[in-house]
């Protein structure tokens, strides 16, 4: 399978798409074609493994990697969550569903492509003949930085750096990342908010310059943030899971529709969902959940992007985005694959924070998706009645998703396709935030918290929180995003 630019401009191997991580002309890697998934091989997935079902979308679109080696890599990858089921469906109500994808080492599921990435770029590197080292750059608004220092500490040939914004993430993400341990990895928090932090590192991957300077240095860039297709492919695997146990639990007929309700930030998660859909999935309505940073709600009601409004830090800050990367993809599907369109439309982004959709464009993206923004005192709100009506804690991403599928469910009655609902970390990653609306009480401290949390709700702590409190700081360091590329240099230099 090739992989093309959304802006036109290349058609590369899976490998290669991977390797690489953006496209030279700053596009994003798209399969070429959508792989189809048969009726009967659907049937034949019933009875697999979550590492086996990976493994075989997977190769639907890596056809170039030995499926035995990607099996073997999927076992490796998912073995890792606490539990024995990487992604399990919990059934909260009659049509209702939870997708839990936060069982991973760092407890969101940004682990679901992560655990994997390091195996699937390595090999990608091998089969492209990549002999330099990788260095891996990554801007994070909190779940992403923790959940690839994780995946890539000490992967052999491979150097990472991670940039967060210094008062966009929690106090558990910020921890969990300056504890990072590894011989290869850096920490480094930029002044500023999510998207500009991800500007900066998106200007050092579109530099020719830094990038023959690199290179001379022995480093090829790369990227884990979810623009990276090998991001995106773990995460189509999900949605086939899930759908796969409503069908073995006999809560759906094979061939249903289904529906899902994703908290979104960059796109990326929801977009996966798409994928699947497109690849023959009976999936339903797709339901784009938002926080008080609406602008993808907006959109999707609207079909105008206008990224010119006021920023808001909430209390689910991996959904605190203006600029939804993956949005691209989408936007090359609904152009009918018109990489000049696309074009046109980031570059109108860029310069005027604006673009608008056709209207045959918009009634398309409407018809897939249906969007709604959750406030912060919903948000609240929603856990609350969530752990009053079925005992069940939600961290504060989920609880926007939560919020939006009741909304949906609401005004659309006559969709009787069950819902799930992707819930994307553990409710202990936000402590804080998920005790005070359990319980009305505010605790300071994240780890007593985390205490009365589990006291409260008799949900298990996830170990790789609980043993967070004794680890030594490692990383401290405060930058400014004009300053990154010096950064960059001095960490490669460093031995
Ligand atoms: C990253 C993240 C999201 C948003 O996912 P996207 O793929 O960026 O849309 C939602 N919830 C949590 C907990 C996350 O870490």
Redesign the pocket.
């Known amino acids: 399978m090739k992989f093309i630019s959304t802006r036109g401009g290349e058609c590369v191997t899976g490998a290669q798409a991977i390797a690489q991580g953006i496209a030279a002309d700053g596009g994003l890697f798209v399969p070429e074609s959508f792989p189809a998934v048969s009726a009967e091989e659907l049937e034949a997935m019933l009875s697999m493994s979550y590492a086996e079902r990976a493994a075989a979308v997977l190769h639907k679109f890596l056809d170039e990697y030995d499926y035995e080696g990607l099996k073997a890599a999927c076992e490796k990858a998912y073995a890792q969550f606490e539990g024995g089921d990487a992604a399990p469906l919990v059934k909260i109500d009659a049509g209702l569903y939870m997708l839990e994808l936060?069982h991973g080492p760092t407890c969101?599921?940004?682990d679901m492509a992560l655990t994997l990435l390091p195996y699937l770029l390595r090999t990608g590197c091998d089969l492209v003949g990549i002999k330099e080292q990788v260095l891996i750059l990554v801007a994070t608004?909190?779940?992403?930085g923790k959940?690839a220092l994780e995946g890539f500490k000490d992967a052999p040939g491979i150097k990472i750096m991670v940039f967060y914004p210094n008062d966009g993430v929690s106090k558990m993400q910020k921890l969990q990342m300056a504890t990072q341990e590894g011989s290869n990895v850096s920490v480094l928090a930029v002044r500023g908010n999510f998207d500009e932090c991800q500007s900066a590192v998106k200007r050092i991957f579109t530099s020719d310059a830094c990038k023959e300077e690199l290179k001379g240095r022995g480093y090829i860039l790369s990227s884990a943030n979810?623009i990276n297709f090998g991001r995106l492919a773990p995460?189509i695997a999900y949605y086939f899971s899930a759908y796969l146990d409503l069908v073995s639990s006999g809560q759906i007929d094979m061939g249903a529709p289904v529906n899902f309700a994703?908290?979104?930030?960059?796109?990326?998660?929801?977009?996966?969902a798409y994928y699947a859909k497109r690849m023959g999935l009976p999936v339903g309505r797709l339901v784009c959940a938002s926080n008080k940073n609406n602008v993808l709600t907006d959109f999707i009601k609207t079909g105008v992007y206008d990224k010119r409004r006021e920023f808001y830090k909430t209390m689910?800050p991996?959904?605190d985005?203006l600029i939804?990367s993956?949005l691209e993809r989408l936007l090359f599907e609904l152009s009918g694959r018109e990489p000049q369109r696309v074009k046109m439309r980031m570059e109108k982004l860029a310069a005027e924070g604006v673009y608008e959709l056709y209207d045959e464009e918009r009634e398309a993206v409407q018809e897939l998706f249906w969007a709604d923004s959750c406030g912060e005192d919903e948000t609240v709100e929603t856990i609350y009645e969530f752990f009053e009506e079925y005992q069940y804690p939600m961290?504060?991403?989920?609880a926007c998703a939560m919020y939006a599928a009741s909304n949906y469910i609401a005004q659309h009655e006559k969709d009787a396709a069950p819902m799930v609902v992707v819930s994307?970390?553990s409710p202990y990653?936000f402590p804080q935030d998920v005790m005070y609306a359990v319980t009305g009480n505010d605790i300071k401290d994240s780890f007593k918290a985390i205490k009365h949390l589990n006291i409260a709700t008799a949900m298990k702590v996830p170990k790789s929180l609980s043993k967070l409190r004794d680890k030594p700081v490692r990383f401290t360091a405060v930058s400014d995003g004009d300053k990154l590329y010096g950064e960059v240099l001095g960490f490669v230099e460093k031995k």
Request: aromatic share 8%; net charge neutral; charged share 10%.
């Open positions: 936060f969101a599921f940004k608004s909190g779940d992403t959940a979810s995460q994703v908290p979104t930030g960059n796109f990326g998660n929801i977009l996966a689910s991996s959904m985005i939804s993956n961290d504060t991403h989920t994307t970390a990653k």
